[in-house]
């Protein structure tokens, strides 16, 4: 059975973006290379349309990225990727299929069926799974950076246990917390 894992950069207040919708402040070519190995083995990435729509950047032909992010541009384009949006009328990138409602059951069967984990993003659908027992591990980027307020990594009212299998510390002072989330694996 794969897995289903919530990988997101936060504040240290625990934001993934700030109250104007920003996210500039996330220090990411340090984790870049990290990342990438991190969803390297992922066959498929579960987005929100904000996220969904901020990832299409990923897009564009291999060559015209930077050297440095040309490997994940290719493995975020071999990815299946599905997308849950009410407003959206199409997916704009390959390998993506758009669905109106998040259905706790199918991700069941998709984790059941998967012989690669998949990767959940965006808060308000990690949050979604969570609440559903679905999500199995985090992997949270603590950036040194307090925001003050905005969307926030978990849902509000959100209780879940937690069991920290690992920590990294990178040289510009993010912290990698990995979690296995407590009941996992449903």
């Not at 894992?5 to 700030?18: F, K």
């Not at 493995?75 to 390959?94: C, D, F, H, M, P």
């Not at 299998?165 to 917390?177: C, D, K, Y």
Request: aromatic share 10%.
């Amino acid at each position: 059975m794969a897995k289903l894992i919530y990988i997101t950069n936060t504040s240290l207040d625990g934001y993934v973006e700030d109250e104007s919708g920003a996210f500039d402040w996330i220090i990411s070519n340090q984790v870049h290379e990290f990342i990438t190995d991190l969803v390297r083995p992922m066959g498929t990435y579960l987005y929100g349309r904000r996220l969904y729509q901020t990832m299409a950047y990923w897009e564009a032909p291999v060559e015209s990225y930077p050297p440095g992010h040309r490997a994940f541009a290719r493995v975020w384009q071999n990815a299946e990727k599905i997308v849950y949006s009410r407003t959206l009328t199409g997916a704009a990138t390959r390998n993506t299929r758009v669905e109106r409602e998040f259905d706790p059951e199918a991700v069941r069967t998709l984790k059941r069926e998967s012989v690669h984990d998949i990767d959940i993003g965006g808060a308000e659908l990690a949050g979604a799974a969570l609440e559903a027992g679905l999500v199995d591990e985090c992997h949270l980027f603590v950036n040194p950076i307090v925001v003050g307020g905005g969307k926030p990594a978990f849902r509000p009212g959100l209780r879940q246990s937690l069991e920290l299998i690992e920590t990294r510390r990178f040289s510009a002072g993010i912290v990698q917390l990995h979690y296995r989330v407590g009941g996992g694996t449903s």
